[in-house]
Structure formats: C-alpha cells, structure tokens
C-alpha cells in the first residue's frame, strides 16, 4: 500500500470532518460545498505550505469572487463565467497568487447555481468567500500539522524509485538472456506515473521559496528530469526490440546479457554484439543503438549525481 497515499487520504478526511463540525457548530456556513472543495482542493495541490502560499491562496480566493461579483452585474451564464475567468487568472498571476487560481475558478463557477441573478449582490460575494477560507484555513492548518509535505524530500524519494524500477526491469532482461527464456511484458505504469509525478513537482517549482528554488537548482532537478526522460525514451524503445529478440532468438545471450548489468563501471565504448553477427543483422544494429545509448545514459545520470554530492 502506498503509504504517501494513505496519508493524503487522513489528511483529506480529517479536514473534511473538522471543516463540517465546525459548520454544524457555528450555523454560519449555508452552502456547505464551498469549503468542502476548497478543503479539497488545497489538501490535493499543497506541496509548500508556506504563509506567502496560504496568503496568496486566500486572498487569490477573495479576488476570484470580486471579479465574478462585478462582472455577473453585466453578463450572466456561462458567458459571465467565461469573462470573470479571462479576467481573474491574468490578474491574480500579475498579483502573483496563483496558488488561489484553483479556488478562485471554483467559486466563480458555483455561482451559476444561483437560481436568480439578482440574488448575486456583496452579501452573497463576502458570505461565499468566507465559506471558502474556512475551507483553505483549515486545510491549511492540517497540511501544517499532519505530515507537511517537502518537495525534495519527496522528489529524492522518486529519483529513488525510479531508479529501483529501472533496476528490476534490467534485471528481468539478464536473468531471461541468461537462461535463454523470453522475458515477461513490461509494466509502464509505475514508471511513467512516478516519472509524471517528478515532472509535476519541478515544473512547478516557480511558485515555490527562493531558498527551496536554490536547493532544486544545487541539485539540479532539470537536467536530472532531462535524463530521465531521455532514459524512459531509450527503455521503451529498447524494450520494443527484446520483445522481437525474444520472439526469434530462443538462445541463451552471455554477451547481451552482461550488457544489463550496471556493477562494472559503465564506458562510452558502443555495444557491438558479435553473437548476432549472421543472424538478424538489422535487429543486432538496432539493439545496438539503443543499448549503447541507454548504458551512455546511465553513465551520464551517474556522472551528474557524483557531481552533486557533497
């Protein structure tokens, strides 16, 4: 079971059941489905639970509902949504408080719920926005007390189990050449779903701190996401090739199988597999090419790491 998911689901559920006590309690909040997404929400997209972020997220939240607010005065349906959302992200990115674009566009959104425009007035605007702190307040609080989440940290724990991943799919491929066995199908998910998830976390590391965007950069999270993708690329293809090896080569393959063993240390020299000399000339070329290319890759990973070790 994966255990950052569990925690993301207490998490998810306790701010839910604090956020609908406190409705129950007060008798303040009328529609409750406004803090319950924006509890949704912020627990789901809060990877840096900073202040600059929770003020931006807030106010963000109470500009999104101004803007809806005056611009449902002109225009109604979804026309008015589509101008209040053409209006509200430009300026909250200008204002720089994007992390409250999410809960900016709920709040817009819902207000076509209303079953007569006229309702739509500064009452209605403040009483929703607040609903809607409540939401991001308390989410906010638990993503600060309930395992706070640390980009790197969860990054270097990716870095690591793509390179887990990567290891066994290797594995599989010397252990099958080496008895002369077609290994089993490979199974992308885990691989592309952790590779999305690094992406995910450096793309959006703008939004972040100066001091936690110095340390991605220390480490050199871009160039280390360059290289994986370029690894993910050269495995796939690679793997597309044994998938035909397999299917016309029933021997035993000493020499290509040590070409899947990482303990020597990795050269630049190119693969030549002299096994396949006079048999499938134009798969041994294109294997080839893609295993030399995945071994110059790994080396250059390994390289890259090296250098950012203190």
């Not at 559920?13 to 303040?28: D, E, K």
């Not at 106010?59 to 209006?87: D, E, N, P, Q, R």
């Not at 307040?137 to 990716?158: C, D, G, H, I, Y």
């Not at 701190?209 to 495995?235: D, F, G, I, V, Y």
Request: charged share 20%; hydrophobic share 45%; net charge positive.
């Amino acid at each position: 079971m994966d255990s950052n998911l569990v925690r993301q689901s207490l998490k998810l559920g306790l701010s839910v059941l604090i956020t609908c006590a406190m409705a129950h309690h007060f008798q303040r909040v009328i529609f409750l489905w406004y803090p319950l997404l924006a509890v949704i929400f912020v627990v789901d997209e809060e990877d840096e639970n900073t202040l600059q972020a929770a003020r931006g997220r807030i106010l963000g939240t109470v500009a999104g509902g101004l803007v809806a607010f005056i611009v449902h005065t002109i225009l109604t349906g979804w026309m008015g949504i589509l101008v209040s959302l053409l209006i509200s992200i430009p300026l909250l990115r200008r204002l720089g408080w994007t992390s409250g674009l999410s809960t900016a566009a709920v709040i817009t959104i819902l207000f076509l719920g209303i079953p007569d425009y006229a309702r739509l007035n500064w009452d209605y605007v403040f009483n929703r926005s607040v609903d809607t702190v409540i939401g991001i307040v308390v989410a906010l609080v638990m993503s600060r007390l309930l395992w706070p989440k640390n980009r790197l940290a969860r990054l270097t724990e990716l870095d690591a189990l793509q390179k887990k991943l990567l290891q066994q799919r290797l594995n599989v491929h010397q252990q099958a050449l080496k008895q002369g066995e077609p290994a089993e199908r490979v199974n992308a998910g885990p691989l592309t779903h952790t590779l999305l998830e690094m992406e995910r976390l450096v793309s959006t590391s703008s939004n972040l701190p100066s001091s936690t965007q110095r340390a991605m950069t220390q480490q050199r999270w871009r160039q280390r996401m360059l290289l994986w993708h370029a690894l993910h690329t050269r495995l796939f293809l690679m793997e597309r090739l044994m998938e035909r090896y397999y299917r016309q080569h029933d021997q035993p393959s000493p020499q290509l199988s040590r070409q899947f063993d990482r303990t020597p240390p990795l050269h630049w020299e190119r693969l030549q597999l002299t096994e396949l000399n006079d048999h499938l000339p134009a798969l041994r070329i294109a294997l080839e090419g893609q295993i030399t290319e995945l071994r110059w890759l790994m080396r250059s990973q390994a390289r890259l790491e090296q250098a950012i070790t203190p």
